[in-house]
């Protein structure tokens, strides 16, 4: 055997081992996760597992075969959530992938009970999981949460849960929060950050059936130590005026004749300016936007409707801000605005974070509508 030869069946040998991915996983024998829901009852945590089927999804938005079921969820407890977690894998029939992991979802009851803190921490202290992953809050059976599919039995992966910042630029209330940002309102003053709160509503309709839809129906406001309480309805209204992230979001108000005026409004600035006066924080506040006509019944000149539109952005905003003070919530961090602006201040006027705020701390509250239009010819000589 010449040299060349050797040489050759000695590299064909040294190539045998990479011809093969040893400690690889087989992607059609693994199970992913999409969503989680946690739940506390009788000293148990109650953690629910959403399982997705990833073959409804490949290269569509539209699920390939709608007979073919999208989603289940398993269900375990345990005295701590390590221990449901491993409950859970008892009864899998192959290794399960977290780093599809999309949303949190936790019910009333855990967040009275758990600190939300070291639960979060169960989740991202492997490498597989990330921060993006979106968390809320729930007074409806979590299980029930995780089971809803999206309208039109679209891939489960583009629910309003897992997705949510597509329908918030079409109509922003509450900004959803991933626990990136939910780590840092935590770890900052005032030390308190709002979940999005989601309910069950029966109001869509197929051929075949009811179709359960999520609803987002306002926050709950939790610390690193507890959970305050829930905002929500038209108690909340006035979070996404305090807010720049705000894309557009309608609004209606009523003339002195008793008809509607439906508006958008859209760009949203806010600017807080905290002051001391008489050694207690006050904060002037200033809220600009543009307003959109959309459905006018009365005629009004833009004047009229510019002073409609402040007065009910400010009724909305001090609503929300007294509906917060209830359950001694900061609602709109105007704490982290003097720690940002005067720390020296914060300093002497914090208690564990957080400023002392009465229904006075607003000093000012100036709402400007920088532009009033309409899309619609009809409507411009209503306004003129």
């Known amino acids: 055997m010449n040299n060349k030869m050797l040489g050759f069946i ?36 109650e953690l629910y597992a959403q399982i997705i089927n990833f073959a409804n999804t490949a290269k569509s938005e539209q699920p390939t075969n709608t007979e073919t079921t999208q989603v289940e969820v398993g269900h375990a407890s345990g005295k701590s959530l390590d221990e449901a977690v491993s409950k859970l894998y008892h009864t899998v ?34 490498r597989e999981t990330r921060y993006q992953i979106w968390v809320y ?26 997705d949510p910042r597509n329908s918030y630029e079409q109509e922003s209330f509450i900004k959803s929060t991933n626990i990136r940002e939910l780590l840092i309102q935590l770890n900052e003053p005032s030390h308190e950050a709002k979940i999005p709160l989601i309910t069950i509503k029966d109001n869509w309709e197929s051929i075949n059936e009811t179709i359960k839809a999520p609803y987002l129906a306002g926050a709950g406001i939790v610390t690193p130590n507890g959970f305050k309480g829930f905002i929500q309805d038209v108690e909340a209204r006035g979070i996404r005026w305090m807010t720049n992230d705000t894309v557009r979001s309608q609004m209606t108000v009523q003339t002195e004749s008793g008809n509607d005026i439906s508006l958008v409004i859209e760009n949203v600035k806010v600017k807080i300016k905290p002051v001391i006066i008489n050694g207690s924080a006050k904060f002037d506040i200033d809220v600009y ?43 709109y961090r105007l704490s982290e605005q003097l720690y940002r602006k005067n720390v020296k ?39 003129d």
């Not at 190539?15 to 059609?28: K, M, R, V």
């Not at 402040?310 to 209830?326: R, S």
């Not at 000012?364 to 411009?380: A, G, Q, V």
């Open 10 to 45: 000695l590299l064909l040998l040294a190539t045998l081992p990479l011809s093969g991915c040893w400690d690889n996983n087989e992607p059609e024998r693994m199970l992913y996760i999409n969503g989680v829901g946690v739940d506390y009852k009788d000293g148990q945590y």
């Open 93 to 126: 029939d192959q290794k399960v992938f977290w780093g599809h992991l999309s949303y949190l979802v936790f019910s009333e009851e855990a967040m009275k009970e758990v600190k939300l803190s070291p639960v979060i921490d169960l989740f991202i202290r492997y």
């Open 137 to 162: 809050a729930t007074k409806d059976p979590v299980e029930e949460v995780l089971l809803l599919r999206p309208v039109i039995n679209k891939a489960i992966t583009l629910s309003k849960l897992g």
């Open 289 to 331: 936007g543009d307003a959109i006509v959309d459905i006018i019944t009365d005629s009004a000149t833009p004047k009229e409707i510019e002073k409609l539109v402040k007065k009910e952005m400010k009724k909305q905003i001090l609503t929300t801000y007294e509906e917060a003070l209830k359950i001694d919530a900061d609602i």
């Open 345 to 383: 201040e914060w300093k002497r006027l914090h208690k564990d974070g957080k400023v002392e705020l009465t229904k006075d701390s607003i000093r000012n509250l100036n709402i400007t509508i920088e532009k009033l239009s309409s899309p619609r010819k009809t409507f411009e000589q209503t306004i």
